[in-house]
């Protein structure tokens, strides 16, 4: 992917399989985002191809990936803070509305059945998450910890096979950090998804990832499994510091 004359992720050849969890770390600046915004359709790379289930899903818009089976979550919480919690995974469900335009102003029969099932979904999700309490809450008036949850309840809506997360562990204190882990754990087991993290905390990625690899001036420097990658001396070098060997 190159910005102008600027080269962000280069020659990047990279899977995630079946109901694996991946972790992808890296400094700042390695092109971790910018892997997962190809990956979901916000750019199209300027070489190379991204595979699916077989589908190239290059040129794919972001809704037409999320279709396909792909969902993630931000850097930065992107929740509706003015909407409730309950809203904020409604509109997860957008691309799975059959009712059309007069169904839902007249209320008809399509339209009902269609409200329930999402009613119940949504309903299921937020007590696997110990979120029903708040379903009625702000977004805003969560605390963070929270708020990171709803916003992984919200990828899992569009019930995706590939969920990426990008530092989710991002703002939390340590307690928040190891009940994260534990929920990412649970995630991925309960749901059969894959899962591709981003995380700087390197707690949280050696303690869930099964397998990493390591971007550095967007090229891959090592792929390997936990302790594989802890002990790499590139990847000492380039990112973990001397401390970590």
Do not use: W
Request: aromatic letters at 10%.
């Amino acid at each position: 992917m190159r910005f102008g004359g600027l080269t962000c992720v280069d020659k990047l050849n990279a899977y995630v399989g079946e109901n694996e969890l991946v972790g992808m770390i890296g400094p700042n600046g390695a092109g971790k985002t910018t892997v997962f915004n190809i990956v979901t359709g916000v750019y199209d790379p300027t070489e190379g191809d991204v595979k699916f289930l077989g589908t190239s899903v290059v040129s794919f818009k972001p809704y037409q990936v999320a279709g396909l089976g792909i969902s993630r979550t931000f850097q930065n919480i992107r929740l509706f803070p003015s909407l409730s919690v309950r809203d904020n995974i409604r509109v997860s469900f957008v691309k799975s509305i059959k009712a059309g335009f007069f169904d839902s102003i007249l209320q008809f029969g399509r339209f009902k059945k269609e409200e329930k099932e999402f009613d119940e979904k949504i309903n299921e999700l937020l007590e696997i998450f110990g979120l029903l309490d708040v379903a009625d809450e702000y977004a805003k008036s969560l605390p963070y910890g929270e708020q990171r949850k709803v916003e992984i309840v919200r990828a899992l809506a569009t019930s995706p096979k590939l969920l990426l997360l990008d530092e989710p562990a991002a703002g939390m204190n340590p307690t928040e950090k190891f009940e994260l882990m534990n929920l990412i754990k649970m995630v991925k087991e309960k749901f059969k998804i894959s899962i591709l993290l981003i995380e700087h905390d390197m707690k949280v990625v050696m303690g869930v990832c099964e397998r990493i690899f390591v971007l550095d001036y967007g090229e891959k420097i090592a792929e390997g499994l936990p302790e594989e990658i802890r002990k790499n001396p590139k990847v000492i070098e380039a990112y973990l510091g001397e401390t970590h060997a």
